[in-house]
């Protein structure tokens, strides 16, 4: 199975700091990655696929980039609401979907 | 709205038997794929098995492969998921999502349901 690696496991951040969180995958993914939010008590929320692509009402803030099998989110100006849990999820090898463990986004 | 909603978990001992369902409303379910995907403290998410818009196609992950059964009722816009020869370690939170593969390419989850406990203990 591919092995989605996610960095930091938590971060600490106040509103309006821009926020990055980095996904490695244990092999070529090709662009076939999405970034999911999840809020506690809730389910995960589809924000970005295919690296780089938003999802229909997702904020302009969120952003997607990609280098080799190195993937990141950027929240270029971190709101009240945007704190929550964050997952890469590779969708290169089905049916072996694989997740990232999830980065946690906390207030400062 | 779109709008999935599972129901059927439960505690069951090992070796017991599950059905999840998952209504749909909202969007023409017959149309597209789906999916379960299931989350635990420790092992995060994991996703479980796909089914096409037909249900003619389905697929599963290795962990589950011959004990759970995917299936879907288009006519009744719903999906199930039938769990046999639960383990201890199949305990989680069980979410259906609307798989995104056939408009993007590839499985993508979007929405997905508010999840069904499913706890597995003697």
């Known amino acids: 199975d591919i092995q989605m690696t996610q960095s930091p496991s938590f971060v600490s951040a106040s509103v309006g700091d821009r926020v990055t969180i980095t996904c490695r995958a244990s092999q070529d993914i090709s662009s076939w990655l999405a970034w999911y939010q999840q809020k506690p008590g809730k389910a995960p929320k589809l924000l970005i696929y295919t690296a780089f692509t938003l999802q229909s009402g997702v904020p302009s803030r969120f952003s997607g980039s990609q280098s080799g099998t190195e993937f990141t989110l950027t929240i270029s100006s971190l709101q009240p609401e945007d704190f929550a849990t964050y997952y890469c999820q590779q969708a290169k090898n089905f049916p072996a979907l694989t997740f990232g463990q999830g980065t946690r986004v906390d207030i400062k | 709205e779109v709008q999935l909603v599972e129901s059927g978990g439960g505690v069951v001992q090992p070796g017991g038997s599950l059905r999840l369902s998952c209504a749909a409303s909202g969007f023409t379910f017959s149309s597209y794929e789906m999916s379960w995907v299931r989350q635990t403290p420790g092992k995060g998410l994991e996703w479980l098995s796909f089914?096409?818009?037909?249900?003619?196609?389905?697929d599963y992950a290795d962990s589950v492969k011959g004990r759970f059964t995917i299936s879907r009722d288009n006519a009744k816009n719903s999906l199930f998921l039938q769990m046999n020869s639960l383990r201890v370690d199949d305990t989680a939170l069980y979410f259906c999502a609307r798989d995104l593969r056939s408009r993007y390419g590839a499985n993508y989850f979007d929405p997905w349901g508010q999840g069904t406990l499913v706890t597995v203990s003697s």
């Open positions: 089914i096409s818009d037909s249900g003619r196609a389905v």
